[in-house]
């Protein structure tokens, strides 16, 4: 990387988020920002965090060396945070605003002038007709479309997918660059350990409504006795538990379904280490992180196919892709007889755990640095007069760009944005907002002529350069339940 965190050493950064790591309700998007401000911290930054107080918590906290604020509840959040940004004009050198439905809209209080850099998981415009009445829902879509188009104008965006980044173009229509910085995951452990007997599958995951668990139950109403011996461990909690576990009752399931509540990361483990398989039915996800905290311990994922999960899991590859909840359950039968050959198995954890491999938090942290590095660099220059050119970003394209590693550090001639890898005597970079015909200029420039490029793909802007290649075979894609 050219923009790591260290380079943003001595930086004052500020943090808007609706909850901290320490929230009763915090999730996903929590431990995202959390795990890239503590290393930013170990990098020598200066992180607070402004965010929502949920009673019995601290008006104030450190937590990992970062200084936490909190106040409000989860909408009056927003106001509070306002009044906050305008009292503490001049005194951060960017913001990281963390969009959880309805933004923080940092420019108009922080002041037109300091840089800010947005982070998206997921897109909300569909979700908020499920958790508000009409009228507040249609608000809530004004707020997160065309007010968030208009306040941030061309300011970055940080989406943690390419799903993400295509639903912040196509259902938001945000102008201004945007960057894939997908999530971390769990260390990836070298072997599985010691898997099941039986088949057994593992799924970690918040019982809510979003995450539909009960389809996964109603096909196995109809399919676990085709596969003797089938165990279905399902650790996670949440409003949906006593339902779901109701539901389970009156399936029959009693003896095949077991509900674990919230558990500690010793047992998630410990259920994963043994798994066969892991399964998603989400109706949608910025990311799938506990599919890859699977694929870290060598178990792919059957999964119906949803904005998230098909960037978490390579169908074929590290698991497999069901178009249709309707098919879920001859794809269930399909996998575990796929997996019930030990070899096969074997090969497919091999290729999760590569997969997994390709994202740590030290990575992410190190993309989201770039970025706010260039949003202020290319802010000092606009407040300059200077020319404050940037790459052909609405496109969203980017390059990849091998070469031979040359005596002269690169980095230090491209973009904070670049991502670069050096192994031994060769170099890879993937080239952020850039064509081909751009690519070959940046490179002219910097004086590498003998270089390979290529366009990224889905698989390479998610892994960076150091992207496990696409098999050139095709024997995994059994018939998991696509439509013809």
Request: hydrophobic content about 40%; some cysteine; glycine content about 10%.
């Amino acid at each position: 990387m050219t923009g790591t965190a260290a380079d943003l050493r001595g930086s004052r950064i500020l943090v808007l988020n609706w909850r901290d790591v320490r929230h009763p309700h915090a999730g996903g998007a929590e431990q995202y920002i959390h795990e890239i401000g503590a290393r930013w911290v170990q990098a020598g930054v200066h992180v607070t965090w402004l965010t929502a107080r949920a009673p019995g918590q601290a008006a104030r906290d450190r937590l990992d060396g970062m200084h936490i604020l909190r106040a409000g509840g989860p909408l009056s959040v927003y106001a509070r945070t306002a009044a906050r940004l305008l009292r503490a004009r001049g005194h951060f050198d960017a913001v990281v605003d963390c969009q959880n439905g309805i933004p923080f809209f940092a420019p108009l209080f922080a002041g037109a002038q300091v840089p800010v850099v947005q982070v998206v998981h997921h897109v909300h415009q569909d979700q908020f007709a499920t958790r508000f009445p009409a009228p507040v829902a249609a608000i809530g879509r004004w707020l997160e479309g065309p007010v968030a188009r208009r306040v941030y104008g061309d300011r970055p965006v940080a989406a943690v997918s390419t799903s993400t980044r295509a639903e912040v173009r196509r259902r938001l229509g945000l102008r201004g660059p945007v960057f894939v910085v997908p999530n971390g995951t769990v260390p990836v452990r070298r072997s599985q350990g010691q898997r099941a007997n039986e088949p057994m599958i593992v799924v970690v995951s918040r019982l809510v409504p979003h995450k539909r668990v009960e389809l996964l139950l109603g096909h196995l109403a109809t399919t676990a006795e085709q596969i003797p011996g089938l165990r279905v461990e399902i650790a996670g909690d949440g409003p949906e538990r006593t339902r779901l576990q109701a539901l389970s009752y009156e399936l029959g399931l009693q003896s095949t379904v077991r509900f674990h509540g919230r558990v500690s990361d010793e047992a998630r483990d410990d259920l994963l280490s043994r798994a066969w398989l892991t399964t998603s039915t989400s109706a949608a996800e910025g990311w799938g992180c506990s599919v890859m905290e699977a694929a870290a311990w060598g178990v792919p994922c059957l999964a119906l196919e949803a904005p998230g999960i098909r960037d978490s899991v390579l169908d074929g590859e590290t698991g497999w892709l069901v178009d249709e909840p309707r098919r879920l359950g001859s794809a269930l039968v399909s996998a575990v007889g796929y997996l019930d050959d030990r070899k096969r198995a074997e090969e497919m954890a091999a290729t999760c755990r590569a997969w997994a491999g390709c994202f740590s938090w030290d990575r992410s942290a190190d993309l989201l640095a770039g970025i706010v590095l260039e949003e202020m660099r290319h802010m000092a220059a606009k407040e300059g007069g200077q020319a404050a050119e940037r790459r052909s970003a609405r496109s969203d394209m980017a390059v990849l760009a091998g070469f031979p590693t040359p005596e002269a550090d690169v980095r230090k001639e491209l973009r904070s944005t670049d991502e670069v890898v050096c192994r031994g005597d060769r170099t890879a970079v993937v080239l952020s907002g850039c064509d081909e015909f751009d690519a070959a200029r940046v490179l002219d420039r910097i004086g590498v002529r003998d270089r390979h490029l290529r366009l990224v793909d889905r698989r390479l802007l998610l892994a960076g350069p150091a992207a496990p290649p696409a098999p050139d075979r095709d024997d995994r894609c059994l018939d998991v339940g696509r439509s013809a």
